[in-house]
């Protein structure tokens, strides 16, 4: 329960005080503080940094054609404004980076982009994370709130010089960065739809009464990925049809390849969500007509029986057969109690007849098939 | 029963009479007399005026680079009349200052933008109320119908010249009104999303009656939210996209952000209308099958009852067992009771087993599990 | 029924016949008689002519600066005929004026504007009745089938020349027709409104049979008022977006004043559509639970006094005690009959307890709470 | 049965061949041979010719100013061949002829406009049939594939020199024929509407079981219509808008008419769906409703003899009286049997109280009200 | 049920490792080594190579007008490089080549288009493949995943020459790939049609428990179909709307054509979708409305017997009569036990009445109709 309240619940905090000044730095208190990493490449060489003082920033700007400088942790409103003095980010922006919650996005702001998006982790369980990306003439810098992400084979493919990442310049980064992040909702999706096929088997099994709880899990997950990929697709397509200078036209065809993987994406999520909603229905129409065939069963064994107690208990009134001949003269023959029973047998006979004849009985109700029982205990 | 008429009735009453002279100001007899405060600052200097006389506005114009005047209450006509006289209002836009229903939007006067939006308050119930804002080349104006708002904390950051509100001009004071207005749906939205927490809560440890009253009223209040803040998404679009003079670039940018907000307003608004159509579903389905393994269970001791009540009825009958062979011998049988009970307990262990092999009776139903009961009185 | 009947045939009947000529002017062979009455105006002075005849309108046109010619009935062709040939209108319009179910529109016939609106009536029943508006460079004429209209306030104000009608040309005065048209909206949604409210108040309250058809019937004069003001919104659009020389640059914001009204009339149409259908839901959810309760309760009695009915018939059997102490000795014992009543009783306490500890019985079931009867008779 | 099994086929089937060479005029076998008729006229005369053999076509064309050729009947491949090399028809738009499931569109071909409508037949079943039209510089040339249509009435204007339609060129005999066409839909519609309502006034007697078939068969009817006129819709609005050097200014005001109907045809046919699915949603509730009153007052009525039956079968038991004071004194006493019957008319009167109390039972239900039986036989 | 694994897990499965570099060529490991055929023409002449190595592939291009490679099978990485580099294929698009489920669209890269289409299979269940097309100024490479296809007819005309393909450039060609593999979806969609149709027949026949399960079954395969369908829809607007050097005017109006298939096709998987949504709409209502029809008689028949069966027992009662004439003097009278039996009919006889007149019962409920049983086993 309480993860639940937690997951839901960033939906909505953490942001700024309402009113407070526009372009307030305000990082969520239980963040922790950052942690920074550079790379500066160019088409001969890399250096790598791995771990980079705040001191240390201003003089890696434009030493190498590309310098990206990845922050992890967005616990300190100083670091972040001192960075953002460095590179000249708008208070805006840097706002947005520590305020997790933003939607995807591309903010043009002249001399550099801001962009947004957001990974997804998790295979039990769905969460994301916010990635906010500033591409500069000369310079890409990321923001994340969590150590962990997707971009590692970005990192790998840099110092293995592989794919010729080296030879393009930061827009050909950034856009890795991107394909990266998208790039991580495919295991995810895969997840969820295996899980639904999990749960589809139990349905055709008969299900259980956690069938209904976990398909609305699921549902939510989708959902929560759903809204990341979303909006993406609108920021790339910004990205692609208007022209940025900081945005070479080779680098724009590997965007729409992204653009392509975002709208895939968004494709699956949607078949997902409909066969989620199928199953859903089916399961419910297949418990429903359990319930009813099972009572309509045991109405017919009450009605056959109904008759039977009403003979036996004609026959159980203590009217008088020694005063007058029309007092119950069975009760006196040779052959009553055989006849009684005669009678009842000819009741039900005739009401299983009769209900066969409506379609109200059908034999194999009575001799269950060899089939495993559905609904083991 | 009272307080709802009221609120929904806020929607429709109260406008200038069908058929008036447009331009017509005709106040809601309940608000109540104008109250007026001034802010006139430039980047110097503040001087902050916390009641006005309405002969004394004409003299507060143009004294400083910005004068705001808030006005509280629009129970006065000729108040609003003398108002719009001096500032050269439209007549139309201050007929919809009174008529306090108008739809956020955005009307371009040429000398002066007119925008009306909607603040919400509350946590336990949510209210909106108007805003309207008439933004000019020196001068802020803005009518409201109750005393308390949303602005607060931008009279604070004038008064502490903080965020250096005052360096800017009136324009940037308008965005700051719309900000904070925006900034005031986040508590709602999120007390909205506490409740429906709880009630997540009662329903998954199996609801009460007033389950889906509460989900109704729930849902009411996100659709007044809805209402108060699509509509602005819209406004702010228009205000971002259009060339205005009274906008300048810079400010532009900061309404760009504005827009996010509401558009992350949007998104959260339909993410929790969809929980809770996710939960009511979930909770009816809830309810639907607690009920029908109710009447399985009952269904089924009756059913068990009735064959062992007919071998009781068949034993009662009156057969004389001395007139024949024939006639009921098990009542003269030295085993004759023992036999009755034992042709009972057969049939009904039978029927057990018969019901178990068809999946209708699960053992825990007997046997109820330790944990704590479902729908505690 | 009959009433139903005719009200939804007027969806479709008296159309011009099918494959007629393109501009057949055949009148409903049940509408009145044309009665035309007449403003001529400027800004000095007024005259009205209550009754005018065909032969007089000639002389009419051009005497003042604006003519507002009124036609009610349109149940004579060659009067229509006459009229359009006196001031040029196409014969498609005039087609379009007797046929009265056009949806709202705008058609630009170059020299003259022709505007299609719908008025709505009736706070019982709403029904609504089309007004077709020629706007001319010097002349405003209007058709209506019926006498009665929400006009009367525009001729009020002509008369008082309040409001400065009589200082604008012929584009304000059709505004102001426009505009009354609109206005006769609120009042017909507020009776709406308010049967809704009852119907609530009745529902809370249990509902009864007819809840279902009341909300059918409100819901199907909601669609009719929305059907009337929905294509309004587009033509009152073009006319604003559009230029068009009848139309003067100050009428064109009276006009977006105007396009304000229509929509918000659609977002209050909308909302109370939506409240109509959770009421629905609601109601239908209400009248599900309290029949599954009851059932639930009789069904709890029957399994109550089935044991025991059961019980009653063992001791009602008929075997000989005295032929062996096996047969029914309970039957011979000193205190058998306290025995049976015993095993009855502990037999039901038993069940009780067990459905409580269930969750199926509720105390207060058995002991209704004081609480005002909800289902009175 | 096979009746629907056609109409659905019809969907799909009679298409050429996958994969067959583009523009192959595969005409269906079932269709009749082609038979000719033509129109040849000017603004002082006109020639009818009833019938047209195929090597007359030639000689016909630029005779007067416009040329109607109408062909009935697509059995022949040949013939449709020829013509289409007589007037330099594109392959692909005689493909379109022959298989007569196009969705009407509006083709331009430079020389000549190529428009695909459909006409709807039938009140009892709603049928619909290609027209297929060929608009050029001095002919116009229409094929369907049935001898009977709705353009009739134009034949007779042409005859009759009515409304002009021999003043002006092919373009507003193209025009006439359309109008023809979708004037056509109006009686279908009102049908539909006629049969809707006599659905209704069954469904508020009570229905049977045909109701919820007929409800779908007339949907299924309604989406038969809609998919005639929607696409139309679209083809008309690009005539209008687009300039076409066949269609002068004058027409266009005629095509707007045109538009303008089938607007109002398509808000009629969603009017009809949407009284039809509410329609549907009432039936359903009240057969629901019916079935749970009915099943409610049977379980009261077993309820109520219930406790009846147990007092009876404890007075059946056998203790034997003589034994002990404590077994069945009762059955001893001088008013035993109508302490027994008071003992049960007081139980029931009890329940019935308490039944009423709860309100589970109301008094009219045992005493039907005088209005007409709702479920006569 | 692996099959229907295999399949959903075809939509997500397979693609190239999250964060591999773009372009890298992951060919699916299940799949066949690359088989490739080549047709070589132009106006005169046409050679077919049957099987092609990968080393002849340089020396066909350019020998003849027009030179169409087909890949069949994309097990082989290096193949697939190979003619990238021949062919001067951007990388990305060889990886989506290799990635079997994009969705169709048209890229364009300057010298050459890309274009994916998805081919669908399968009268018994659907399955969709894609088809790569690169049109280049002389060539048409195509790479499919499984040699089947649905491009048989166009191999055949380009062998007869027929039609005049050979005629044509290479946009033509690929026109006509286009083409056979849209018309390959009117096989598939008419066998579906089939399908739905038998359900219907039997749904009409009263169903049976796999109903519900086929028609989710047929919706999956609808929504395949039109997942493939959907997004040509797109691609082929953009082909005809933007103009391509590869292109010619001529083969645009084919392209039109195309289109309006796809559309039509659209069109067709909606009405069977709506159709099948209104199949499962009614064999619910069917299922449901039988079920309870049989609760109710059931409820009935035990409601009639309920008071005879109390009537029985209290004359199974065992007041002593000789002790006063109070107690059950019934039971000595002459007639007593016909009086009895009686009192049993006279209340079946009432109840009957009762029932009927409420409208509970209907006689042919009792004598069921001649026509063949509903449901037979």
């Known amino acids: 329960m309480s993860n639940h309240r937690r997951r839901r619940h960033r939906h909505v905090r953490r942001r700024t005080q309402p009113g407070a000044i526009p372009g307030t730095i305000a990082p969520d208190p239980q963040s922790s503080r950052p942690q920074m990493q550079a790379f500066?490449?160019?088409?001969?060489?890399?250096?790598?940094?791995?771990?980079?003082?705040?001191?240390?920033?201003?003089?890696?700007?434009?030493?190498?054609?590309?310098?990206?400088?990845?922050v992890d942790g967005l616990g300190d409103a100083a670091t972040i404004e001192t960075l953002g003095n460095l590179f000249h980010f708008h208070r805006l922006a840097l706002e947005d980076v520590v305020n997790e919650h933003q939607r995807p996005k591309v903010d043009d702001y002249g001399e550099y982009l801001f962009i947004v998006v957001r990974m997804v982790h998790g295979l039990e369980q769905v969460t994301s994370e916010q990635l906010a990306i500033f591409l500069g003439p000369n310079y890409v810098v990321t923001f994340q709130g969590?150590?962990?992400?997707?971009?590692?084979?970005?990192?790998?493919?840099?110092?293995?010089?592989?794919?010729?990442?080296?030879?393009y310049g930061p827009d050909y980064l950034a856009?890795?960065?991107?394909?990266?992040?998208?790039?991580?909702?495919y295991p995810v999706i895969e997840a969820i739809s295996d899980r639904l096929e999990l749960i589809e088997d139990e349905t055709l099994a008969g299900g259980d009464e956690q069938t209904m709880q976990k398909l609305r899990t699921i549902k939510h997950?989708?959902?929560?990925?759903?809204?990341?990929?979303?909006?993406?697709?609108?920021?790339?397509?910004?990205?692609?049809?208007?022209s940025h200078p900081q945005i070479s036209a080779e680098t724009r065809i590997y965007?729409?390849?992204?653009?392509?993987?975002v709208v895939q994406l968004i494709d699956l999520i949607e078949v997902y969500r409909e066969l989620l909603m199928d199953l859903r229905d089916f399961y419910m129409s297949t418990v429903s007509n359990r319930i009813n065939e099972t009572m309509r069963v045991l109405t017919i064994v009450s009605t056959v029986f109904i008759p039977m107690t009403f003979i036996a208990g004609v026959y159980g009134m203590n009217f008088n057969p020694h005063i007058s001949p029309w007092n119950m003269p069975e009760l006196e023959w040779y052959y009553g109690y055989p006849f009684a029973i005669a009678l009842m047998l000819g009741t039900v006979m005739f009401m299983v007849y009769y209900f066969?004849?409506?379609?109200?009985?059908?034999?194999?109700?009575?001799?269950?098939?060899?089939?495993?029982?559905?609904?083991?205990e």
Chains 1, 2, 3, 4, 5 share one sequence.
């Open 40 to 70: 500066l490449y160019g088409k001969g060489e890399l250096v790598e940094h791995a771990e980079v003082q705040l001191s240390e920033v201003g003089g890696l700007i434009g030493k190498q054609p590309v310098l990206w400088l990845n």
């Open 146 to 167: 969590l150590p962990g992400d997707s971009l590692g084979p970005v990192r790998e493919r840099l110092r293995q010089a592989s794919g010729k990442i080296r030879d």
């Open 175 to 185: 856009y890795s960065l991107l394909d990266a992040t998208i790039d991580g909702y």
């Open 221 to 242: 997950e989708l959902m929560t990925a759903r809204r990341g990929i979303w909006p993406q697709r609108e920021a790339l397509g910004l990205l692609i049809r208007e």
């Open 255 to 261: 965007l729409r390849d992204c653009y392509d993987h």
């Open 356 to 376: 066969r004849r409506q379609g109200w009985i059908r034999l194999r109700w009575l001799f269950p098939s060899p089939e495993p029982p559905r609904h083991p």
